[in-house]
């Protein structure tokens, strides 16, 4: 190949040996670098493989395309073409093959001399070697040659080859009649044999890619273009064939060999070379002139729903193995995706591995599958959230399937419970759902209402209600419980701040709705002692000023099983308290805050060591209840205060998705605004749309983001095949906002008027019958309509009863044997559905829903004469089962 860029053969019999084809021929064996480094002549092709040359062949000058014979003996056979058309057999290496010795420097030579373009060795037949060659007038351009059949040339040839050769050759080596002749008065450019059968040979000519069978050559099979380069079959697909001219390939199927099935995208420059992976189906790599970069095309066929094939996809992308110019590639015979790739300027070799595209799949269960060549990943999340000592938690999508089914957000008497129902173990969804149950509880009491119109506050969470406090708040100064000495902190009272403090739990649900001192935080104390909560039951008894209660829970908090004894200690020293500023208690206090851990026990010092009206360290313990210290605000800071503090906290806790801020915002625009936070952060939209459903007005509902919420967890349901919870959810959505039912999505309209026939029955004086007057209760004494209300035309028949809709079938194929003596009321069900009006949206036939259902279960096509709709293929859903049924 001299002047010309060079080209790459791997060997068809070793997978580690390929031959550089330049001026001269030379043959590489490939390996690990580190084993190659103390070999003189080794050449890095990266960073893990190097090659080492064995064997270097001069002899055959003027190159211009080598072909390796396929055999596996003679293994290092080479086909030569020279620029005189001659084909030279040559070797690499000593061969001590007989067969090898015998075939070494035979040359096929041509009448009349042009240039060999392209050379090809039969698969089947490892004797035929076909030869593509110029054009000339006299003479044929396809020249199949039997390397095996001894002939001697008459004398003119003989000088003519004398004449030309550079060396001398036995005459005997000369063979100079073909076994076949094809192409005359054309000009042959790329040749390829078709591995379905060994007769066949497909050869790119001058104006027209032609098809010769060796069994008759008078006849060919053509076709006209100007994509005739570089001809070369699909090894995965036989019938696919690619071929290029300048820049554009052209990809043919030899079945439909009147046009390309497909064109790729044209490149700027010509190519070079094309070729197909042998490790990849449907992977072509292409090579353009001047260029450092490989561009591949990923074709891949998708089947229809009908079994039919649709027109390929294909994914373009490019690789650079390296910076310099390509001259040409060769991918590796039996290695996945790997090529070697020589470089035009220098010959530099690089061993390059083609990446696979990484597919990722998520399905509705949250596994994640992706593939990577040839190999599928399946990664399934396992109960590993569920261990004690497990750190890794589960995914959003895991813990919203399983509350779907425990009816997570569907008990609406005791609201409460749904934190339950969740699993019990999210402070954050326990402390939502407490507070929706007293926001809601509330004003149903008709012992907590409140003057005027003040009741709508409590939908609006306490940052509305205190503002609305202002003049109305007064303040005292209580003495300890079982003392007389005063405490030194005021308390404020006022009508919205006991109803704050309602919300927060801290009063009984029987306590008045007054304002007065006085607040009955027994009965929450009680349930926190049972639910032994100590610290926290503590911490409101001292915020209550009861200091004596305080002191008793905490000594039976350490006196219980597994209780803490540090909590003895801490009653101790609460019993020691004075309100003297520099008292030797307050210094012990202090160093006993450092060494105490529960936030409880923290702020309880931090309340009696703190100046009246300067409570920092209660209001901003981030990891007491926001609830308590809402409470603790709504008791102890003035009116000034106290705004200015729930405001503060309402957008901290907005800004961090917080669902505790729910107690502050309400079911407002601030709420929904927290609950995008929340969304934001945790992607839980199933607790998001049964909140907003079950406490919001319904100019919250109608809010885009909501309605979003909604949409998407409808869209899960589905997803996850849970068709009777998204029923479900659609009733208990209708009930709490009766706008978003939706109207009739599916309805019967006669073929002549176009009315629908249940619309105009429903005009009808004597309504309440709905579709069983159609016949879906399937009892024949009742009434049935066979034509339209409108026009009385007559309604559409059942393909398979020749019935009219409408008339009520006693006996349909739909009942299976162990249907029919099953239980009445599921019996009286299948009766209803099976004579329904059914039909197919493709060919607009159908009938009972019985009928099509016992027709389909061993049929495919539809049962009207002459359609061959395959109907029920046509959906896609229509052999799924409901992961929730029942």
């Known amino acids: ?160 080859k004398i004449r030309l050769s550079a060396v001398d050759v036995d005459s005997g080596s000369v063979v100079t009649k073909p076994l076949y002749e094809l192409g005359q008065n054309d000009a042959c450019l790329s040749l390829c044999w078709l591995p379905r059968d060994q007769k066949l040979l497909l050869a790119g000519m001058h104006r027209n890619l032609a098809i010769f069978d060796l069994r008759n050559t008078s006849q060919k099979t053509f076709v006209n273009t100007k994509a005739i380069q570089g001809v070369t079959v699909d090894p995965h697909f036989h019938d696919r064939v690619a071929s290029f001219f300048e820049g554009q390939v052209a990809i043919w199927d030899l079945r439909k060999f009147e046009k390309p099935v497909l064109t790729l995208t044209e490149q700027p420059k010509p190519l070079t070379k094309v070729a197909w992976c042998p490790t990849r189906t449907g992977l072509l790599a292409t090579l353009t002139r001047d260029s450092n970069v490989i561009r591949l095309y990923d074709m891949q066929h998708t089947p229809t729903p009908i079994g039919d094939e649709t027109e390929p996809t294909v994914i373009e992308r490019s690789v650079r193995p390296c910076d310099s110019q390509l001259g040409s590639f060769a991918w590796h015979p039996s290695a996945q995706n790997r090529m070697v790739v020589v470089s035009a300027a220098n010959r530099v070799m690089t061993d390059f591995t083609v990446f696979e595209r990484i597919s990722l799949a998520w399905s509705s269960s949250a596994d994640l599958t992706w593939a990577c060549g040839r190999h599928l990943y399946d990664c399934t999340e396992d109960g590993a959230g569920e261990g004690a000592e497990s750190a890794i938690e589960k995914d959003i999508a895991t813990k919203m399937r399983q509350r779907a089914q425990s009816r997570y957000g569907h008990d609406t008497t005791q609201v409460w419970r749904n934190h339950l129902l969740a699993g019990g173990d999210d402070a954050q969804l326990k402390s939502l759902w407490y507070d929706l149950f007293y926001i809601l509880w509330r004003p149903e009491n008709p012992d907590l209402k409140l003057q005027g119109n003040k009741q709508a506050l409590v939908y609006s969470g306490i940052k509305d209600i205190v503002k609305v406090s202002s003049g109305e708040t007064s303040d005292s100064r209580r003495c300890w419980s079982g003392s007389e000495r005063p405490a030194s902190a005021l308390r404020y009272h006022s009508e919205e701040r006991s109803l704050a403090l309602r919300l927060c739990g801290w009063t009984s649900q029987a306590g008045g709705a007054g304002g007065g001192p006085e607040v009955d935080a027994e009965p929450f104390l009680l349930s926190l002692e049972q639910g032994r909560e100590w610290q926290r039951a503590a911490a409101v008894a001292l915020f209550n000023l009861d200091i004596r209660r305080a002191i008793q829970l905490l000594h039976k908090g350490a006196t219980t099983d597994k209780g803490d004894l540090n909590l003895s200690v801490v009653a101790m020293a609460l019993s020691g308290y004075t309100d003297e500023r520099n008292s030797l208690w307050r210094e012990m206090c202090s160093s006993l805050r450092s060494q105490l851990r529960n936030p409880y026990l923290l702020v309880m010092f931090a309340f009696l060591t703190s100046e009246p009206g300067s409570y920092d360290g209660v209001l901003y313990e981030s990891s007491v209840a926001v609830r308590d210290r809402v409470a603790f605000a709504c008791m102890f800071l003035n009116d000034t205060q106290l705004p200015r503090y729930i405001e503060k906290l309402t957008n901290e806790l907005k800004e961090a998705g917080n669902l505790e801020g729910i107690l502050l915002t309400g079911l407002t625009r601030d709420g929904v605004d927290l609950m995008e936070s929340y969304v934001d952060r945790t992607g839980d939209v199933q607790t998001a749309s049964f909140c907003m459903l079950r406490g919001s007005p319904g100019d919250v509902v109608k809010d885009s983001r909501v309605q979003g919420w909604i949409e998407n967890y409808r869209h899960l349901l589905d997803a996850w095949r849970f068709w009777h919870k998204r029923a479900e959810f659609d009733i208990h959505r209708g009930k709490l906002d009766p706008s978003s039912k939706p109207l009739a999505q599916v309805f019967v309209s006669c073929n002549f008027c176009g009315k629908s026939i249940s619309y105009s029955c429903s005009s009808v004086p004597h309504q309440g019958r709905g579709f069983s007057q159609y016949g879906v209760s399937g009892s024949p004494t009742k009434s049935k309509v066979t034509s339209c209300p409108g026009c009385r035309k007559p309604l559409p028949r059942c393909a398979l009863c020749l019935m009219n809709m409408g008339t009520p079938v006693s006996n349909c194929q739909g009942l299976g044997k162990s249907e029919e003596k099953g239980d009445p009321a599921r019996e009286n069900k299948l009766a209803q559905f099976n004579n329904w009006f059914t039909w197919c949206h493709n060919c607009r036939h159908g009938g009972h829903a019985g009928h099509m259902l016992g027709w389909f279960r061993d049929h495919t096509e539809c049962p009207v004469s002459a359609c061959t709709c395959k109907c029920m293929q046509l959906d896609t859903t229509g052999n799924l089962v409901p992961s929730d049924s029942v």
């Open 1 to 160: 190949m001299s002047g010309s860029k060079p080209d790459i053969l791997w060997s068809p019999h070793h997978p580690d040996r390929y031959v550089i084809c330049d001026s001269e021929l030379g043959l590489y064996r490939i390996g690990p670098a580190c084993s190659a480094e103390t070999k003189a002549g080794t050449l890095p092709l990266s960073v893990d493989t190097a090659a080492t040359l064995l064997a270097i062949n001069s002899d055959t000058p003027y190159m211009k395309c080598v072909a390796w014979y396929p055999k596996h003996e003679p293994e290092c056979l080479l086909a030569v073409g020279q620029a005189n058309g001659r084909v030279v057999l040559t070797s690499l290496g000593q061969s001590h093959n007989s067969k090898c010795k015998e075939l070494m420097g035979k040359e096929f030579i041509p009448k009349h001399a042009r240039q060999c373009n392209t050379l090809a060795w039969n698969p089947h037949d490892s004797n035929w070697l076909a030869a593509g060659l110029d054009k000339h007038r006299a003479d044929f351009s396809v020249l199949i040659w039997d390397i095996s059949r001894q002939s001697s040339p008459d004398a003119s040839v003989a000088a003519e």
